[in-house]
């Protein structure tokens, strides 16, 4: 029953709109523009600034902060690091991270279950973006949330640690089918796992139709010499300067009459 | 629960259609939304009466046309209904395709209205 006005049509749509005062006005809007437009101006600095931005996302206590304690350990020495880090209520986090001598802003998300565009755009504000060359964002320690938001990241990378079994992809499909790589993380913990397939994660990958590189390290024992060089590269490509293609030898791309130069 | 904060902003953006064409009251919000958009209908549902308390949007009925998950497979050159955690090629099987449906989050259209809602019951 139409809850306009009480009338047995099935399909209001038509009915709402031809009752005297009311008018329909097609939007046509993402829900998301806000977010997806503070995430375009937050890109906009970050490239300006010349960085490679990560945004880090998986389950709680998959290994998010030990993984940047590693990789600050590997890279620290040799390119300027800092971290915004999504935590519900604690600054633990930071503190790990600070400990590391890498700089760290905390964001306390309280009861948000995600970060968004604004609360990175602040953490940016606080961080010297100029000085810096990757910029890990770690996200608030859930399979759902985190992403729907845009954050203006160059990649997502989500994090999915052996004990919580090999088909977390299949379950939280949009969160791995928006993942730009995934880390299989505790390799360590492996050899006392007996459900645990590395191989199965790339077959659902696969059936998500995401071509991600899908990667198994452990923090603790390593090897993190995939994740290293992937960020390298992605370091690499984000400094690589645009130069147009050179036009070929003897070739006029302008089309302006001789003699008019 | 981020269907409260996807609310929120959806009321803001209602409202914002509504002031811009001089209206008081928003009837009706309608959306699109495609399972892999990451947004639960029922929540949605929850959290709009909390989001719309005290705006244009107070009182409105929320409508959600739900899309399906469609994928288009290359060698086939086809489009196919997929399911949310399978999007290989339903006829071929192969896993390259390309999502062209179902991750929709869309705002389509309001109702608006210069007078507000007749109390009930």
Redesign the interface.
Known sequence: MC??CGCALPDH?QH??T?H???????????????DEVARHNREHFDRAGLLVVNLMSSPGAGKTRLLEATIEALGARYRLAVIEGDLETENDARRIRARGVPAVQITTGS???L?AAMVHRAAHALPLDALDILFIENVGNL??P???DLGQHANVTLLSTPEGDDK???Y???F?ASDLVLITKTDLLPVLDDFDVEAVAAHM????S?APVMALSSKSGPLDAWLAWLEAGLAERRRPFRPAPPAEGACLLSRPRGLA | ??EL??CR??V???SR?AAE?GALRI??V??RIGP????EAALMREAFPLASRHTAAEGA?LEMARCPVR?HCPRCRQEAEAS?????CPRCGH?????TGGDE???????????PLPPTG
Do not use: I, Y
Not at chain 1, 206 to 209: I, K
Not at chain 2, 84 to 88: I, K, P, Q, T, W
Not at chain 2, 105 to 115: E, G, K
């Open positions: 809850q306009t749509l709402a709109s009752e005062d009311v008018h329909t006005v097609e939007v046509l809007e993402g829900l998301k523009a806000h977010n948000a279950c995600h968004d759902v949330c992403a729907s938001f992809p299949l379950k499909p949009v969160m089918r696969h059936r998500l139709a071509a | 629960m981020h904060s996807l902003s959806l803001r953006q209602a259609v064409h009837r009706r309608c959306l892999l958009s990451g947004v009925r994928v949310v955690n399978d999007l290989s896993w390259q395709t390309r999502l989050l869309l705002l389509v259209s309001v109702d608006l209205a210069d007078t």
